[in-house]
Each structure stands twice: as structure tokens, then as C-alpha cells.
């Protein structure tokens, strides 16, 4: 049943991302906007700015689709992505893509409990585990749609699973929720259901994933 379970999300996140065909070589050169807080080579050297180096192409075309069409508000990217076509963010996603992310390190009084979550979840209060959508590793899969998340910033780790939590009960999407995460609402439900301490803890063990 869990195996069925699982293939499902696969499915709906097949269905739900936009088939990426980049030229990462052109997307550099549409970066300039990026690495003030990106970095040039997609690994921000501040916290609260996630790392888009090494991030699944089909993820980021998503996610910038949704920052310039309103489905994922952030203040700081408000009218950044006006300008650009779909074949022009497709070319950004694809060059981010293409380039390495710069791992980080966690913090080893929370690695155990991290790690725990990560590998198993909480049986008790029905969180999975993230690496059956995430891989073991933290590589994700950009086939199904599901980010990678090793190596990047606690903070901002943090910050989305937080944001995520509040998205389960709101309708509209805000710079302080997430909602989207699809019809399933599948990180929304997850992260309701961590613990702010759980969520530190997961956070940290994710930047030092590898």
C-alpha cells in the first residue's frame, strides 16, 4: 500500500511539472538579476537565499512559472521574472542546473534526530520519510518532479517547511505561506505536522547532506 501510495505522488508530480529543454549556455548569460542573491554560479552565500546550483531543471522551471505567474509570492522577486519568456526561464533553470552545489555542514547535536526524520520520519504523528521522495542523498528526483535538497541552507530550509505548515490552512498564496505544492497538498501536510524543534533538526541534517 505505502509502495502504491508513493507511486501516486510520482505521478502527480510527473503531470505537474513542465517538461524542461533548456540551453544552459544562454541561460547564464540571463543570470545578471540572479546572483546578487543566488550567487553567480547558484550557491548564495546568505542564508535566507536558497542555492539553485545542482537543483533539477524541471523543479526550478516550476518554481520560476509560479514566482512569475503569482502561485509562489515572494517580495523580493516581485516583477524580477516580468520580462523573461518561458523559453528564457527555461534557459536560466537549465544553466543552474548544469552547476554544482557547494555543501555545508550540520550541526552534530542535531544530526541524530535530523537524520532519523530524514531516513524514517515520525511513524507516531504520520510524517514519512523525506528520502523516499528526496533520495537518500538529498539528489531528489527531477524525473518525478521532487527537488534535491542536500547541501542547502538550513535558514532557508527552515524557512520553507515553516511556510508550509502556515500554507495548510490558507487559501490564497502569500510571501509567508507555500501552497504550491498541488492539489495533494503533500509538503503542507508533512510539514503541519513537524514540530519546530523536529523542523530545526531536519533542516541543519539537510545542509550537510551529500
Known amino acids: 500500500m505505502k509502495k502504491l501510495i ?3 505522488f510520482v505521478i502527480a508530480g510527473l503531470s505537474g511539472f513542465t517538461h524542461a529543454a533548456g540551453d544552459a549556455e544562454a541561460g547564464e548569460a540571463l543570470t545578471a538579476v540572479c546572483a546578487g542573491c543566488h550567487g553567480a554560479d547558484g550557491n548564495s552565500a546568505v542564508g535566507t537565499f536558497p542555492k539553485l546550483a545542482g537543483q533539477g531543471e524541471p523543479y526550478l522551471l516550476k518554481q520560476l512559472m509560479d514566482v512569475k505567474s503569482g502561485n509562489r509570492v515572494i517580495l523580493t522577486m516581485s516583477g524580477l521574472l516580468d520580462p523573461f519568456t518561458d523559453q528564457q526561464l527555461e534557459d536560466i533553470a537549465a544553466y543552474y542546473a548544469s552547476q554544482t552545489i557547494q555543501v555545508g555542514e550540520a550541526d552534530p ?3 541524530e534526530l535530523g537524520e532519523s526524520l530524514y531516513k524514517a520520519g515520525n511513524a507516531e504523528t504520520g510524517v514519512p520519510a523525506c528520502s523516499g521522495c528526496h533520495s537518500p542523498t538529498g539528489q531528489g528526483n527531477s524525473v518525478g518532479g521532487f ?5 542547502q541552507h538550513a535558514e532557508y530550509t527552515a524557512s520553507q517547511l515553516m511556510k508550509f505548515a502556515r500554507g495548510y490552512r490558507a487559501e490564497e498564496p502569500a510571501d ?6 498541488g492539489d495533494a497538498m503533500m ?7 513537524l514540530k519546530d524543534f523536529e523542523i530545526e533538526a531536519l533542516a541543519s541534517y539537510i545542509q550537510g547532506l551529500h
Do not use: E, H, Y
Request: proline share 4%; net charge positive.
Open 147 to 151: 527537488p534535491a535538497l542536500g547541501g
Open 187 to 193: 509538503m503542507r501536510s508533512i510539514a503541519f505536522r
Open 176 to 181: 509567508d505561506v507555500r501552497t504550491n505544492d
Open 109 to 111: 547535536a542535531l544530526v
Open 6 to 8: 508513493v507511486s501516486l
